[in-house]
């Protein structure tokens, strides 16, 4: 099931080295057979952005939740 051109998704495939079939590179196990694998272009530029998003997340989520506190007490 190929492709003629190369999608983006398809740049991103990468063999296992365990069962020889295809695993994505940011993948830290392969789909198949479960093995180890090592993303090679893994980006820590990426993480650190999703480390932020999720900091982001946490305290919008805290301050939404004090609101929610607050309101409750004052009313
Ligand atoms: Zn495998």
Redesign the pocket.
Do not use: D, E, T
């Given at each position: 099931m190929k492709k003629k051109s190369a999608t983006a998704y398809e740049k991103h495939i990468i063999k296992?080295p365990?069962?020889g079939?295809d695993?994505l590179d940011h993948m830290t196990e392969?789909p198949?057979?479960k093995?180890k694998l090592t993303p090679l272009n893994y980006q820590p530029m990426d993480s650190s952005v999703t480390r932020k998003i999720r900091l982001v997340l946490t305290v919008v989520l805290i301050i939404a939740f004090a609101i929610f506190l607050i309101i409750k007490y004052l009313f």
């Open positions: 296992c365990a069962c079939k695993a392969c198949s057979c093995a």
